[in-house]
């Protein structure tokens, strides 16, 4: 079974800071998907941004960014710049490729607050 | 243009009655799922299905009856509704069930189950 960490139950940074939000996962699957979405007050889920385990490139969405350590089981996302707009729960979540089982596993989430 | 949509928004009723959420999706995808999120936000997978077939249905109590009309739609009954089943409900839909593509989610039902 797959399961995914989030070991920082709440944040907060200054607007224009950089911040880093940590997941672990834990998976003897080679191939897989890894996510990290968005949940504002209007409890809207927004993809944020997706790596395939079998690109070695860390993906990148505008300010958004991740590190992913396949060897660690890591893959934290870097939010440059930050707005107020970035106020939200964020969840790393999982997804294995293998037909009827392409469920997200999710972390427990990370609440983040931009403070003006 | 609402790519995956959930009626109704807001649910509240009362324990031991019946509902429904329905979920539908414009996005001509082939795979569709529901998600619980409880008080505590943890969001977890319940079914998905496939062209109108249940792929998934993860260990959720047999008072909870997904139907798949067509594949643009996936709707949710809960018959004899228990304090418990009081979270947020997610509908999303995806392209494709062999791979794993990114998941669109709908904007949610709250349920209040008094």
């Known amino acids: 079974a797959q399961t995914v960490t989030q070991s920082q139950p709440e944040m907060s940074v200054q607007e224009a800071e950089t911040v880093t939000l940590s997941c672990t996962y834990d998976t003897s699957e080679n191939n897989y998907y890894l996510f990290w979405y968005k949940q504002p007050p209007s409890r809207q889920m927004i993809l944020v941004i997706r790596q395939e385990a079998y690109k070695q490139q860390n993906a990148t969405e505008n300010r958004f960014s991740v590190n992913f350590q396949k060897a660690a089981k890591s893959f934290s996302l870097k939010i440059s710049d930050s707005q107020l707009g970035d106020t939200a729960m964020y969840f790393c979540a999982f997804s294995i490729s293998n037909f009827g089982n392409e469920k997200l596993t999710f972390g427990t989430g990370t609440r983040l607050t931009i403070i003006p | 243009d609402t790519a995956v949509s959930q009626t109704p928004k807001y649910l509240v009723t009362q324990m031991g009655n019946d509902k429904s959420i329905k979920c539908e999706q414009n996005l001509g995808h082939d795979t569709m799922y529901w998600y619980k999120q409880d008080s505590k936000k943890f969001l977890k997978i319940m079914f998905s299905?496939?062209?109108?077939?249940?792929?998934i249905n993860e260990t959720v109590p047999n008072r909870f009856s997904p139907k798949s009309p067509d594949k643009a739609h996936l709707n949710l009954h809960i018959n004899s509704l228990e304090l418990g089943d009081s979270a947020v409900y997610f509908c999303?839909?995806?392209?494709?069930?062999?791979?794993?593509?990114?998941?669109?989610f709908g904007p949610g039902t709250r349920l209040l189950v008094l």
């Open positions: 299905y496939n062209n109108k077939e249940l792929i």
């Open positions: 999303a839909s995806s392209p494709y069930a062999r791979s794993a593509e990114t998941q669109y």
